[in-house]
């Protein structure tokens, strides 16, 4: 009787196949062959002849303590734990590896015989290409960074975990929402592979922040790191983590607060009007503060985030901004401009805040609104002031011309700050901000003023 023909014929597509663990002395090794396997039935294609093995991976079965490191040791040490992030096992490209190490000097060959070591130890994982030319290192998976961190920097782990602990407990109680920010990122797993001087330096930012004071940049650096030049060594990692420091409150020389507009100051028994001083001008934080009275136009206050923006304001060049008292906030308002602010609500003027579309600006527009609406210091009216963002909708969000990427750092603190307060002013701000996935900043709508915002009426 013949046999029934075959239900299917197999179309096989080649996998790579890991064998089991084999051990050898103090290490264990395993080889990965390509075998081809039928797509539909799973059914492997028989072979007369062994298959050669195309990867071989390497582990330490019993570890040892690698060799005293020299300085090719170090460097090799450094660059493994720099680029495995903070996830545990990360598997790193030999290629960009052993480029970047040869650019610091550190020849393949050197290069392999400390990886052999760290292997050895425990440290890591190596992954091999087998061929015809010998095996050639393909990938490192990252075992033990930590590890690898104290052969690099002795001592630098107990330093970040003492740095961490002091930094979280200076932060813990502050409330300024970029302060709340700095905290989540003490607190985050991100945190435990910064340096030792860049945790302290961000629990310091975050104290400053909270005190509502501008200051030069080496002055914050001598108070609050203890050298003039100790903030220069961190300034471009904080910045990559949090903006610009100017942003911040931290400048380069003396905090001046920027009026314009309508309006008038009485200081020191002598009134100043500053529309006889367009388009704008620059008062020390003492004068603000000291000022006897704070005239508002029929127009109100308008607070403007960025530099630009505001000139552009003062100089009437964005519809809808005229006949308003006009202040730059250079960033996070400092406490000049909060002496403004409640004096407007006090007076109550119409307040508007124009920042950038992006979730510091709506943090900017939310603590102004704040001050506001806060008992005044010294109440001269009795009307409940109106507060409103302006210029920062959604609608404002699909008309601007342009318009940038959000990091995928901003992106997942927006969704934080919508955890915490989903209905905050400006939430429909960021859900639009996370559905398009862009921001927008105030100088993109000044390439076209002759239109009107949707906010502007």
């Not at 910045?239 to 931290?250: A, D, M, V």
């Not at 500053?274 to 008062?283: D, E, N, Q």
């Not at 704040?370 to 009216?381: D, H, I, K, R, T």
Request: aromatic fraction near 4%.
């Amino acid at each position: 009787m013949s046999e029934p023909f075959p239900t299917h014929i197999c179309f096989y597509s080649e996998r790579l196949s890991w064998g089991p663990w084999e051990r050898s002395g103090a290490l264990a090794e395993r080889l990965a062959r390509r075998v081809p396997i039928c797509t539909e039935c799973g059914r492997e294609r028989p072979s007369i002849r062994p298959r050669p093995a195309v990867r071989r991976q390497v582990r330490a079965e019993v570890p040892v303590a690698p060799p005293l490191a020299d300085e090719a040791g170090r460097t090799v040490a450094t660059l493994l734990a720099r680029r495995g992030g903070h996830e545990g096992t990360r598997e790193i490209g030999a290629i960009g590896l052993l480029g970047s190490l040869a650019h610091r000097g550190v020849p393949a060959s050197l290069a392999e015989e400390w990886l052999d070591h760290f292997v050895a130890a425990g440290w890591i994982e190596g992954r091999w290409l087998v061929g015809r030319g010998g095996n050639r290192l393909e990938s490192v998976s990252l075992l033990n960074r930590e590890a690898l961190r104290e052969l690099a920097q002795p001592g630098v782990e107990a330093r970040r975990r003492a740095a961490l602990v002091a930094a979280r407990d200076q932060v813990a109680s502050l409330a300024h929402p970029k302060a709340r920010e700095i905290a989540a990122l003490l607190s985050s797993e991100e945190a435990e592979t910064l340096a030792p001087n860049v945790v302290t330096a961000l629990a310091a930012v975050a104290v400053h922040v909270e005190a509502d004071e501008p200051v030069a940049e080496r002055v914050f650096s001598t108070r609050a790191l203890g050298d003039s030049k100790a903030l220069a060594a961190v300034r471009g990692r904080l910045e990559r983590l949090l903006g610009p420091l100017s942003e911040l409150g931290i400048r380069e020389g003396a905090g001046v607060t920027l009026l314009g507009g309508r309006g008038s100051l009485l200081l020191s028994g002598m009134a100043i009007d500053l529309s006889r001083l367009a388009p704008f001008a620059g008062f020390a934080r003492e004068s603000l503060e000291h000022a006897e009275e704070i005239r508002f136009p029929p127009g109100g206050l308008l607070v403007v985030e960025n530099l630009a923006a505001f000139e552009a304001c003062c100089r009437g060049e964005v519809p809808g901004s005229g006949d308003a008292f006009i202040v730059w906030s250079a960033g996070y308002p400092g406490r000049a401009v909060r002496r403004i602010v409640t004096a407007a609500g006090a007076a109550g003027a119409r307040v508007r805040v124009w920042a950038d579309l992006d979730l510091d600006g709506v943090r900017i527009a939310r603590l102004i609104s704040s001050w506001a609406a806060s008992p005044a210091l010294s109440p001269v009216s009795s009307v409940v002031p109106s507060i409103a963002p302006w210029r920062m909708d959604r609608g404002d969000l699909s008309a601007a011309p342009v318009s940038r990427p959000l990091p995928p750092r901003a992106a997942a603190a927006i969704l934080r700050d919508l955890e915490e307060r989903p209905t905050a002013l400006l939430a429909d701000t960021l859900h639009a901000l996370l559905e398009t996935r862009t921001w927008v900043e105030q100088e993109a709508f000044l390439a076209q003023p002759g239109q009107d915002s949707a906010a502007d009426s």
